[in-house]
């Protein structure tokens, strides 16, 4: 087979997958069952195409074909009829209409946020959420999955097909969750979201650069649901979040790999496409959420606020502790409040920051976390109280497991002084 | 990935003469499905070469010359700055834009894609890397405003 035809396939099964499969999911109200419809046309296509060439509009060529093998395969496979029959379907449904030209795009988009919500239903946990959706909507094949998370393929694979096994065992409806269960409904997919964009973001040199790719992958289904779900603020404040933090990809590790703090990057390198976008997202989400905005629309202000500096000086410290204080509000947590000390101590001096680390070391789960010390040890420095800064130092660097971090604490407390 | 997608000029556009109003809503639609597909970070179409001028370099020289410009087929008329995932993947979205029909003759569409910072590698210094993007920053070109 010619290699470009092979490729002009893949490429062409990138673009249809996600809307080819909630289409049939929507006929079969089965997602398993219609990614085995929707392979079935894969298969087709690879047969058909390298001969034939790609069709003009390949999108409606493997619905049909998707459709048209459901029939071949209810013919010969009373199972198959018998699982159809009992997820609701009958044979009409594949009968008359098979061949014709699928109606274009009619309420695809919709169909799109269906299973979007089903691949992130909480039934899954949130491995099984991460890579569903990923199959299902990013376009990703099973081995792509498992070289972007480090895991045998074998394992992605087992876990895809048990997330639709759970998902056909409870039932879980096709459809887009209304009045209260939505806001839980799409936290979870904002979750799955954000969960692909940090696994791509934590990539380090020498990976596999499936794994970087993730950032791409997960803005990209960002940009589609915010496409999907206009109103919602939360999307668009989480596409902002990812928006900003994916400006800064290339400033954040030096030549070596090694991490590149924030005050130190070199903001000419930042994205100023995606910073734009970034911004113009926040806009709308800000406008959405009005008085009341969500801790994704909270974290975008946040990356914001750093985005719209050009010097590190230039940070607007106040508004940023101001907005960890809305942020530990709406979702409080222990790593948020160590972030909200150094905002302080930026904004306000390093008293009022080592005034709220004082009350933090209550939490149990910030007690062996290195930044507690690292932190206040550079709260004290500022404050020119060296001795005490050299044992957090000490502590920080006994703490962390990561060896190049540990030599930097080192480092510091050495600079404290005997 | 990133790729820069150049229409051509036709005479239409080298005249001046605006889309249609049915044009415009067969691009538009076309422009919807990339942001609903979540690749496209900017489109802009560009204006006839008689609102252009070109400056030629030779040695010391540097000579204005106004537009229009008489190679049409040559000429940009507009541009798409799109993520994908392959030069494959962008082939096979642009191969469904109508521009033909609002171009209405036969044209091309050339896809080329973007350099980044990891492209010059060898090439150039650490200095000089930073040199560029600091001066791309600076600059702050049009074509950034997404």
């Known amino acids: 087979m010619p290699t470009d035809t092979h490729r002009a396939i893949e490429a062409v099964w990138r673009i249809e997958a996600p809307r080819l499969l909630a289409g049939l999911a929507r006929l079969v109200r089965d997602v398993g069952v219609a990614e085995e419809l929707a392979q079935d046309a894969l298969v087709a296509a690879l047969e058909q195409w390298p001969s034939e060439g790609v069709p003009g509009n390949p999108g409606a060529w493997l619905m049909t074909t998707a459709k048209r093998r459901a029939v071949d395969r209810i013919r010969r496979n009373e199972t198959f009829r018998r699982k159809l029959e009992e997820i609701g379907r009958g044979l009409p449904e594949f009968g008359p209409d098979v061949g014709v030209t699928v109606a274009e795009d009619d309420g695809i988009g919709d169909d ?68 209260a269960e939505l806001a839980a409904r799409l936290s979870s997919v904002l979750e799955v979201v954000y969960v692909i964009f940090n696994e791509g973001y934590s990539a380090t040199a020498g990976d596999d650069w499936m794994r970087p790719a993730l950032c791409e992958d997960a ?62 997202a926040l806009e709308r989400a800000e406008a959405l959420a009005g008085d009341d905005p969500g801790p994704y629309v909270l974290q975008a202000a946040i990356a914001a606020c750093h985005a719209r500096a050009r010097r590190f000086a ?72 060296r001795d005490e800064a050299r044992a957090e130092f000490e502590r920080a660097a006994s703490l962390t497991r990561n060896e190049r971090e540990r030599a930097l604490l080192l480092g510091r407390a050495a600079a404290c002084g005997p | 990935m990133r790729f820069m997608v150049i229409t051509k000029a036709t005479a239409a556009s080298e005249a001046g003469v605006l889309p249609s109003a049915e044009d415009f809503e067969t691009m538009g639609a076309f422009i919807e499905e990339l942001v609903d ?43 798409y700055l799109v993520e994908m995932k392959s030069l494959e993947e962008c082939v096979e979205w642009f191969k469904r834009c109508p521009i033909q029909k609002t171009a209405g003759e036969p044209t091309n569409i050339e896809i080329r894609r973007l350099y980044t910072a990891e492209d010059f590698g060898e090439e150039l210094s650490a200095e000089q890397r930073e040199a560029v993007a600091r001066r791309e920053a600076d600059a702050d070109p049009a074509y950034r405003s997404a």
């Open chain 1, 314 to 385: 230039d940070t607007d410290w106040e508004r940023i502790a101001g907005l960890y204080e809305l942020l530990a509000a709406a979702a409080p947590s222990p790593v948020v409040e160590l972030n909200r000390a150094v905002a302080l101590s930026m904004a306000y001096g390093p008293e009022s920051g080592l005034a709220l680390l004082d009350q933090l070391t209550a939490f149990a789960v910030l007690r062996d976390y290195h930044l507690l010390p690292s932190v206040r040890g550079d709260f004290l420095v500022r404050l020119g109280r």
């Open chain 1, 219 to 280: 803005l990209r289904l960002g940009r589609v649901l915010a496409r999907l779900a206009p109103r919602e603020p939360e999307v668009h404040g989480l596409v902002a979040l990812m928006e900003i933090q994916a400006s800064r990809s290339a400033a954040r590790t030096g030549p070596d790999g090694e991490p590149i703090l924030l005050a130190d990057q070199n903001r000419a390198r930042w994205d100023r496409v995606l910073i734009r976008r970034g911004l113009a």
């Open chain 1, 112 to 179: 799109l946020l269906r299973l979007m919500f089903v691949a992130c239903h909480p039934v899954l946990s949130t491995e099984a959420r991460v890579a569903l959706t990923l199959r299902l909507l990013g376009g990703l094949t099973t081995g792509e999955i498992a070289r972007a998370f480090l895991v045998p393929e074998a394992t992605v694979a087992q876990r895809i097909v048990r997330a639709k096994k759970t998902l056909a065992d409870a039932r879980v409806p096709f459809e887009v969750p209304r009045g």
């Open chain 2, 37 to 79: 597909a979540g690749v496209l970070l900017a489109a802009e179409g560009i204006g006839p070469s008689s609102t252009g001028v070109r400056i030629y370099f030779d040695g010391e020289r540097k000579t204005v010359i106004d537009g229009p410009f008489t190679e049409t087929k040559e000429l940009i008329a507009g541009f």
